[in-house]
Nanobody, 121 residues
Framework: QVRLVESGGGLVQAGGSLRLSCVPSGSIFRFNAMGWYRQAPGKQRELVAFITSGGSTVYVDSVKGRFTISRDNGKNTVSLQMNSLKPEDTAVYYC???????????????WGPGTQVTVSS
């Protein structure tokens, strides 16, 4: 069974930064790709970003230039650096592990429990 443990959520003012981290049980190398989803109140869950084992990254348009996803194989960690945060970034953020294909599509196999990010105006 795979466990994904997120950390780093919290409350921040608009324009501020947060860094989310995710540590999977077992080696990070077992996953072809890892990503972050978010779900805001009353909205559908959306894929924010994912990163492949080769280091390729894909972002949703609304976070491009503000968020950076990275993986540290030595620390067995995937992180999401979030800068210039906006109130509309408020959501529960979920770490996921899965697979990516050559068409830049991401398929999720495992989910973390989620961590709350709240951005005040």
């Amino acid at each position: 069974q795979v466990r994904l443990v997120e950390s780093g959520g919290g409350l921040v003012q608009a324009g501020g930064s947060l860094r989310l981290s995710c540590v999977p049980s077992g080696s990070i190398f077992r996953f072809n790709a890892m990503g972050w989803y978010r779900q805001a109140p009353g909205k559908q869950r959306e894929l924010v970003a994912f990163i492949t084992s080769g280091g390729s990254t894909v972002y949703v348009d609304s976070v491009k230039g503000r968020f950076t996803i990275s993986r540290d194989n030595g620390k067995n960690t995937v992180s999401l650096q979030m800068n210039s945060l906006k109130p509309e970034d408020t959501a529960v953020y979920y770490c996921t592990a899965g697979r990516a294909d050559s068409g830049s599509r991401y398929y999720t196999d495992y989910w973390g429990p989620g961590t709350q990010v709240t951005v005040s105006s």
